[in-house]
């Protein structure tokens, strides 16, 4: 059956006009306005992630000179600590460095036991105890050459007895734990129950 529009009367022509336009317009708006609005509103999207991004860069490097000065207070502050806390590779030269002490106080170490450590968070704390022989004066001597030390080590326990037949050069006996503390490396805490170091020879008094 051959149709044709002309053979149409105006107003069906009209209509099929109005039918194939709208057909037309919904058939662009489906395939290619919708598709362009949602890549469009991704696109915008993007761009305000971008832009928060790059406001957020922009902030921080302004931010970045107090970041380093920061930085660097930090760096220094570690320097500083691991000055008066030896890292473990040095205890047992703080140690030997304590019985030098002790002998250039012509004091004679009777006794010298290092303890199990106690664990902290960032450090051990190492108590050894310690048996002093010699003279009252020579053991003030000892203790203020041992509060000058950079590293820290902390006196504490202290006990002196007086002998009962004293001679010129030993008059009494002291014991006292004598405590180091030491900087963990990265964290990693010592072997459980670790000595500092192993009882070295004691020092012969100085003459």
Same mark, same amino acid.
Do not use: H, Q, Y
């Given at each position: 059956m051959d149709i044709s529009l002309a053979k149409l009367p105006w107003y069906a022509q009209i209509g099929a006009f109005v039918v194939l336009g709208v057909g037309a317009v919904a058939a662009f708006y489906v395939y290619y306005e919708m598709p362009a609005r949602v890549e469009m509103a991704t696109r915008e999207t993007q761009l305000k992630a971008l832009g928060n991004d790059i406001a957020l860069g922009l902030t921080t490097a302004k931010q970045l000179p107090e970041f380093r000065t920061q930085v660097g207070e930090l760096e220094a502050k570690l320097i500083n600590l691991r000055a008066v806390l030896p890292e473990e590779k040095d205890a047992a030269d703080l140690l030997r460095r304590m019985q030098t002490v002790a002998a250039q106080s012509s004091l004679t170490i009777k006794g010298f036991k290092p303890s199990p450590t106690v664990t902290k968070q960032l450090h051990?704390?190492?108590?050894?105890?310690?048996?002093?022989?010699?003279?009252y004066h020579n053991l003030a001597i000892f203790f203020d050459r041992v509060g000058k030390f950079t590293r820290i080590i +902390?006196?504490?326990?202290?006990?002196?007895?007086?002998?009962?037949?004293?001679?010129p050069n030993s008059t009494m006996l002291a014991t006292c734990v004598a405590?180091?503390?030491?900087?963990?490396?990265?964290?990693?805490?010592?072997?459980?129950?670790? +000595?500092?170091?192993a009882m070295p020879a004691a020092p012969k008094k100085a003459a």
């Open positions: 051990a704390e190492w108590p050894i105890a310690l048996e002093l022989d010699g003279t +902390n006196i504490s326990g202290l006990d002196v007895k007086g002998r009962d037949k004293p001679d405590t180091t503390f030491v900087l963990l490396e990265k964290g990693a805490p010592p072997a459980p129950g670790a +000595n500092p170091a």
